[in-house]
């Protein structure tokens, strides 16, 4: 091989190994806060100055981590209040940020939780169902380390379940094995392929463990109340100790109850538990939804909501820093990162107790949405809506064709509508694509193979009249 053959076969090496590094996904560990937002402009259009606040608060966690032990603890979390109407990306950007980081995350509705004293959540449950999230994320990390092993002890107990241990009398013993691991490799080969998988064979059933002790001990109402009605089968369980019986399943089906029964065993609870807390304590964070609903003054003549204040000064100690006890054990919930948002159309973050305000120090503002933005949402992000109604209508063998002066009328409409009835946002642009292509959603199937183009023409013909009815426009669009 020449020289210069050499030298251009390790030129292509060495391009092939920067893409292949080029395409693998950074974690959030990784990413400096220009690489965040550039993750969240993939799905959220604008609001560039939330996502930017944004990333540097998940930046500066990463940046905590590498501090020294003395300085480390007495860094807190700056949390966060979105301010904006409904429909403009808040709570978008929150799920995007949970798929982003590996780190726990829980979205909470500020609503459901009610002050002590009353019937409902109580505000520590949220610490609670973090610390849940963040045990189900370390346990499914610990079993994909296992799953070849898992996979193997599955295969293996099937074999068992589809050979039955019999020995004929005429047989030896050597001839009896030896003919038992010709069979099961045989069948082996047959069970890799798929060809036995609607097999029926005949397996212990387990019964589940209980979870009783578990729910008791999380605290919340609704977990009490469901572990209370499964008191019955313990007790009887508790008389002549679980029971297992024989019951026949598919292949298919044994196959997903044993990969379930042998991951649980693979995985170290305790291990699993401990990773667990700590990245809850230390990485977690919780996005509180519509603040603005337990915001202002409360009085039991001005409003029917006595508890909001209350609901308030509840959550005041989980943002501040304080200790919640869970199945798992107790939560220092001291460098949790909160995050909350509202509307704030009737109140106002000022109408917030002082001390909360102080426990969120940054506020973003994010800008209501304008045709522009609406055109952009159409066609930029990649789960954009158009894209989804593409391929949903490509199941029924019918391509659908955007114009771009379509997309322009439909922002345009969006936009008025919004104007002039209730500005619900970008939701608006769901309301009305369904009406736009309603019929063609409808008789897709007897259109297989063909190519619907829409175009401006097309879209004022479904929505102008719709547009310029404001009565009907408040009920259809």
């Known amino acids: 091989m020449s020289e210069e053959m050499i030298v251009n076969e390790d030129k292509s090496l060495i391009a092939t190994e920067a893409q292949e590094e080029k395409a693998k996904p950074l974690s959030l560990d990784e990413m400096v806060p220009s690489q965040i937002v550039a993750e969240l402009d993939k799905y959220v259009i ?31 979390p700056k949390n966060i209040i979105m301010i904006g109407p409904t429909g403009v990306g808040k709570t978008e950007i929150a799920r995007r940020i949970a798929r982003l980081s590996n780190a726990p995350f829980i979205k909470v509705e500020a609503t459901k939780y009610t002050e002590v004293g009353y019937v409902g959540r109580d505000v520590e449950s949220m610490v609670r169902d973090l610390m849940g999230s963040a045990v189900s994320m370390v346990r499914r990390e610990l079993a ?20 039955p241990n019999v020995k004929s009398t005429a047989t030896t013993d050597a001839q009896f094995d030896s003919a038992r691991i010709s069979a099961r490799e045989q069948i082996r080969v047959q069970l890799r392929a798929g060809l036995l998988d609607n097999t029926e064979i005949e397996i212990a059933n387990v019964p589940m ?26 007790f009887q369980n508790a008389q002549g100790g679980p029971r297992k019986q024989r019951r026949k399943v598919t292949v298919k089906r044994a196959r997903e109850l044993f990969t379930e029964e042998e991951t649980e065993r693979s995985v170290d609870q305790e291990k699993a538990t401990e990773i667990a807390k700590e990245r809850t304590e230390q990485m977690g964070i919780i996005f509180i939804d519509e603040i603005d609903k337990i915001a202002g003054k409360n009085s039991s003549t001005s409003s029917p909501d006595v508890s909001r204040e209350g609901v308030q000064r509840d959550i005041l100690p989980i ?19 909160f ?48 894209l989804q109604y593409r391929e949903l209508l490509r199941t029924e063998g019918v391509e659908v064709v955007f114009g771009d002066d379509a997309l322009r009328r439909v922002s345009e409409i969006a936009a008025e509508v919004n104007s002039t ?10 309301t009305i694509m369904e009406t736009l292509l309603d019929e063609l959603s409808f008789k897709a199937n007897e259109m297989s193979g063909q190519t619907v183009e829409i175009t401006s023409d097309y879209v004022n013909e479904r929505l102008s009249d719709l547009v310029k009815n404001q009565d009907l426009t408040r009920y259809i669009l």
């Open 339 to 386: 995050i909350a948002a509202g509307a704030f159309h009737v109140s106002k973050p000022s109408d917030l107790i002082p001390e909360l305000q102080g426990r969120f120090p940054l506020r973003v503002e994010l800008d209501a949405l304008t045709a522009d933005d609406f055109y952009r949402i159409l066609k930029e992000p990649e789960n954009a809506i158009t």
């Open 144 to 163: 994909a380390a296992n799953e070849q092993a898992v996979r193997e002890r599955v295969e293996e107990r099937l074999l068992d379940a589809l050979i």
């Open 421 to 430: 009835t209730e500005n619900i946002g970008a939701r608006r642009l769901y």
């Open 209 to 234: 463990r209980s979870k009783v002790g578990i729910e008791l001990m999380s605290g919340s109402m609704e977990d009490i109340q469901n572990a209370m009605n499964s008191l019955g089968s313990i």
């Open 319 to 337: 943002v501040e820093g304080t200790k919640v006890t869970t199945k798992w054990g107790v939560i220092d919930t001291s460098h949790i990162l």
């Open 46 to 76: 604008g609001q560039d100055k939330a996502k930017r606040t944004i990333a540097v608060a998940l930046r500066n966690r990463t940046r905590r981590k590498k501090l020294p032990q003395s300085i480390k603890e007495e860094v807190y």
